[in-house]
DNA sequence: ACAATAAGTCAGAAAAATATGACTATTAAA
DNA sequence: TTTAATAGTCATATTTTTCTGACTTATTGT
């Protein structure tokens, strides 16, 4: 070890984690896609353009981490994964809305 | 010239590129701080902890382009340089609220 | 006159985010 | 039975963002 990172969660600005969060790729268009239907991630692939794996993937994980997606496995044949709003994250989508007034 | 690099605008998602710029480091707490008093570059420098010159620089310029902040050079001895929030820089802070709010 | 403060710029380094391609495991279809 | 689809992981590149330190120009304080 050489130097000791420090990471003690400096968060002087309380929107400031959300809103790192909300922003990286593809983030946004998963609420976006969210709302017309719950998320697959080869769906995925293909609807968000200049999307791929790994960036999908951790995307879907950070996002379920906080709570806001929650994923469900469909036990029905074909048996699949969906990733849905949860309701922490329908609350953020009236910021989305407000964000897209402006801009 | 090897491959052209593809900048053709994929805007899919409208929040994206707003959320991008806001999320951005120190952007959070410029807002906050300039709801409070108009904001001076050395000042930021010692309030913002973890900033530095370059991010802030960059920061605050790219606020003023999109226009969210402006830049006015005060002409009183000692003459110095703030910047402030526009209207447009002041319609996001319910934003910013509501994201507290939340998180 | 000399040092200090304000408000930066610039080039290069380091760190974080994102992309690529190979690979896995399970299920389903031909 | 071989092939394809789903839903990923992993290691490694490449790109973007952020940091560092040196430098600048104008003004002000001692």
Chains 1, 2 share one sequence.
Not at 16 to 23: D, E, V
């Amino acid at each position: 070890m050489t130097i000791k990172k420090e990471n003690i969660d400096n968060e002087t600005c309380p929107a400031q984690g959300l809103l790192k969060l909300l922003s990286g790729k593809c983030k946004p268009e998963l609420f976006r896609l969210a709302l017309e239907a719950p998320l697959r991630f080869s769906s995925l692939l293909r609807q968000i353009e200049g999307s791929n794996k790994q960036t999908l993937s951790v995307a879907l994980r950070e996002l379920e981490e906080v709570g806001l997606l929650e994923k469900v496995v469909i036990q029905q044949k074909p048996l699949h994964i969906e990733h849905r709003l949860t309701e922490k994250g329908n609350s953020l989508i009236p910021v989305f809305k407000q964000l897209e007034s402006l801009g």
